[in-house]
């Protein structure tokens, strides 16, 4: 079992639930992870919002950038997190004030961003956390065998 204590079985599941992803913490510059997972996403069928306060009204991959989470319309499925671990308490918390509005149900942190607390409080409020994973590995992983 994983840290997050989600299956392969689970994370395929999530995978053809979903249709769209709130990218926190996205970058227009190419190398970042952000921005080629966001590209991997829409390429793979998924609709995408970045999220970034510092760059909100220019657009990444011909979206438009949220200032926050709240900004972005509805539906969202996954709160797709790409900050540091620390920020995440921070980022439940907005997700969880903007979940009914959003319809999230879904906070997924991108590999290396672990942070227990929020991801309890996060399951707390009824959403599904995966924990340290990447969805462009997943998909990889478990839709193309």
Known sequence: MSIDGL??????????????FAVIGASPKPERPSNYVS????????????????????????EPVYAALADVPAPIDVVDVFRTSDALPEIVEEAIAAKEKTGASIIWMQLGVINEEAAATARAAGFTVVMDRCPKIEIARLMRS
């Open 7 to 20: 299956s392969d079985h689970d994370i395929r599941d999530i995978l053809k639930r979903v249709k769209t």
């Open 39 to 62: 590209r991997f996403l829409m390429d793979e069928g998924y609709a995408v919002r970045p999220v970034n306060p510092g760059i909100a009204g220019q657009s990444i991959h011909d």
